[in-house]
């Protein structure tokens, strides 16, 4: 039988001490210090507002300082529960900021981050009026000279692979000056006119932009993407709060990663004895959906995953919602092989929380060579496996309870590895659920598993010096199966976000030692149900927090 609303509370109340002025007041400059906590703008969204310039990075590390300061001046021992817990998960996030400003700083390195302008493209096809967008295009295009001759000025060292990239993010910038905006320009009418002489103005810059890419920046000291083996301890300890070292998350990765392995070999012999699992995975991948009917295939499964989740009891959906597949908007297709989950930010105009799972279409114009290498990464068993960890009961329904999460500290800050550790984590939830239809795909689900190991591998060993660039794209290609191409992709994504890739995994992994504890503490009276419901009513922080906020005042 399950513990009453009443009996819990009780229980809370004696796991709390008697209120004092000590406790209350920390509590109150707790309140009065998150009522100012703003989230951290990313990289991306900082760009189209800020100049880039030395000063303007110099302000944000001293702002960061500043509240770090702040906030350890609340004494946490006179803090309980969950204002204890929010202290601690406002620490890790400035935490994050300042190694990012004061250690990582990839201004110094990665030429990309001064090139805003093209999202651009972004604003022009957006839905809205043209007369909103004028203005924003043009208070964009008036940054751009600036923030690039910032970058000629601040860059100074040379990252061979991020000049490789820049400069051909740079020159495909073109296509905007000379296409996108012209034709926007066109057709929004007289209004538009003060945009051509900015165009050009920051289309001047981006072409001096590219002679220093070419000419200038290969003259700076040779470095590399690393950030260290001292920074990445310092994220893994105070950003992320685990249990580990660069060295000791290393070795886990490829002992899960070995492991893993050892699971495929014995499926592969289940389903066929003459097969390696390897030549079963390549047959997998060429079973895939009509070319011309991939959304709806993927919302087929998107359907069914949320059915399973109900039907099965699996976690409480008491929102009115749903999840819509739809075609990726032309312009964000290149940034991605595959696609791109946006979870409900509020109800749409039925009342309705509604998330979108948007995928690159199948194109006919393109050649026989690309739409086969398109066709083997849509794959049904790719779509059965993702559907769940975007969707039912992953993000979407994640992203539901973050938004009404009552706190907001927690309603409007996340970490990877907590909500990228939960998407995978409902890849296998649905695997012991009886979710996938046979055992190929369960083997596609475990060479998928497969890729989020070999994640934690590279992304510690790239950025400690103990794996090269080519030994990362070597190893999502000889042992997990990717195409050269889109393993490059996926390499340069964790080149410019270290700590972002081990969420997958090593969150996964968490939850499921947080579920094996919950289930020893609750007895007969745990349930899948139970557990993911008190989970999802916490938030979205380090494990470490969550764990101690799931079993704070549970005896």
Known sequence: MKKSIAFLLLVFMSCTPASDKPSSEASRQLETFLA?????????????????SKKSFDESLAKTKEQLTALRAIDPAQLTGDDLVDWKFAQSLLVGRELEQES??????????????????????????????????????????????????????????FQELSLFMAENGYVLFDNELPDFIAKAGAEAAVLT??????RASLEKYIA??????????LGDFAIGQETYNLMLKGQYLLDYSSDSLYAYGWKMFNNTLAELEALAKKIDPNKTWQQLAIEIKNEYPDPGKMIEAHQEWVDKAGEHIKSKDLITIPWKERVNVVPRAEYLRKTSYYGNFSSAKGKDQDSIYTSEWMINPYEEQWDAKRKQEYLVEHDWGVIIVTAPHETYGGHHVQGLYQLHNPRPLRRNNGISIFSEGWGLYNEQLMQETGFF????IHLRQLQLRLWRNARVIYDVGMHTGKLSYEEAVNLMTEKVGFLRWAAQLEIDSSTASPGYFIGYFTGMMEILKMREAFKQKMGDQFTLKDFHDRLMKIGNMPPALMSEALFNGIQ
């Open 437 to 440: 239809p046979n055992e190929r």
């Open 212 to 221: 220093f890419l070419k000419d200038e920046l290969p003259k700076k000291p």
């Open 197 to 202: 002489d900015l165009s050009k103005a920051a």
């Open 104 to 161: 990582m700083q990839p201004w110094k390195r990665d030429p990309r981050l001064y090139m805003s302008f093209t999202s651009l493209s972004d604003v022009i096809d957006k839905p809205g009026e043209p007369s909103t967008k004028i203005l924003e295009i043009a208070d964009r295009l008036k940054l751009a000279p600036t923030q690039l001759a910032n970058g000629m000025s601040l860059l100074d060292t040379y990252v061979p692979r």
């Open 36 to 52: 100012g906590f703003t989230p951290s703008a990313g990289r991306n969204r900082r760009a189209a507002h800020d100049d880039l």
